[in-house]
Structure formats: C-alpha cells, structure tokens
C-alpha cells in the first residue's frame, strides 16, 4: 500500500528479502527460496499482486535470524518460477523502482518489513560527451555477454540512465559500489562515478 508523506513523496510498506548481492533497476536475478517466511511472502504477494524489496545485508545472513538491511534498495517483480531437482523452488525476478528504507519492523515470522520512500525515477537524459566511452564499452562487453543483454532499441545506447545501469550489472564491480549507485538520484553523475572506477 502507497500513501503520500510528507511533501506528497510516494511512500510504501514493503516486505524486504535481503541478499548477500545488489539487484539493480532493470536486472535479473535468480533466487532459490526455501525458508517459510519467504514462502508466505511470495504467497502473499500472488495473492494481492504485490510486490518486494531486495536490499543489500549489512550485518547477518540470508538465513536464520532476520538481517540487517542497507537503507537502498530495489523492488523486484517475479517474473518465472520453477521447481528445482531438489525440490526447492528458484526463481527469475526483475529488478524495478529504487526505494529508500525509513525505518523497519520484523513479523513474528522472522520477516522484514520496511516503510520505504521511492526514489526519483531516472530522467530520460541523453548521454553527455564526456560518457560517449561509456556506451562504446558497453557495447563490446554486450558483444561478448550474448543476445540476452542486447538493448530492445538502438536508442537506449544513447540514454544515460539505461546506460548507466546495463554498466552497473555487467561491469565487475563490488556490492559497495552497486549501492552507492542506488543512492545516486542523477542519471549523469552516476556515470560519473562509472567513469572513475573504470582502470585508465
């Protein structure tokens, strides 16, 4: 449930599933899911259409006691679901809005629940000059990852926030530094901080 706060934001009770990795707008994931309070959230979720969140652990595990989230993270949408050999299920999200946690709370079952701000959604900015080598990389590491990150339109290679986030999955950076791009509101400077971590 969305409501608006102060100053007419959109904010939102998510359910949080923190993970030992970043999900980032627009990115896949697989997950396997085998804990109750997992398996009562994604019935919860089919149930009312819902939706939840993935933040980054900060202190704890995936497993067991309830684990401290980073204070961004990022929706995630269920986009197929199987059975495993093992029996255990395993799923394909996908990544959507980004979201700022205000403050959490934990069920009896052991589940994070978060209010959460969304954050701005990326303007639909070209690319300035000064990230035209980030595109040219993008499109040589594309060349060599498959047809399965290949960009719907020629167009989105000229968009800075498409761009940006494409670099962000595909580039092998630390969990840390995908967070600190969550925080980043502006599409140019985010590149910005892709630049600076790119070996000259």
């Given at each position: 449930m ?17 993970l ?84 959490t ?10 209010q ?29 990852a ?14 800075a ?7 962000a ?14 925080q ?6 985010r590149l ?8 000259t």
């Amino acid at each position: 449930m969305s409501t608006a706060g102060d100053g007419g934001l959109d904010v939102a009770a998510l359910p949080l599933f923190p993970l030992h990795t970043v999900l980032l707008p627009g990115a896949v994931l697989g997950l396997r899911v085998f804990e109750r309070r997992y398996l009562d959230l994604l019935r919860e979720c089919g149930r009312n259409g819902g939706t939840f969140g993935v933040c980054l652990i900060l202190q704890g595990e995936e497993t067991g006691a309830p684990a401290v989230p980073a204070a961004y993270g990022v929706e995630a949408r269920v986009e197929d679901f199987d059975l495993g050999a093992d029996g255990v299920l395993q799923l394909q999200l996908r990544g959507g809005r980004r979201f700022h946690v205000e403050h959490t709370r934990v069920r009896d079952n052991g589940l994070v629940v978060a209010q959460v701000q969304w954050c701005t959604d990326d303007a639909d900015d070209e690319l300035r000059p000064e990230h035209s080598l980030l595109a040219t990389l993008l499109t040589h590491i594309i060349e060599q990852a498959g047809p399965a990150y290949e960009p719907g339109s020629p167009i989105l290679l000229d968009q800075a926030g498409w761009v940006g986030w494409q670099l962000a999955q595909l580039l092998p950076l630390e969990d840390r530094q995908r967070l600190q791009l969550l925080q980043v509101d502006d599409v140019h400077q985010r590149l910005d901080r892709l630049l600076g971590w790119i070996p000259t």
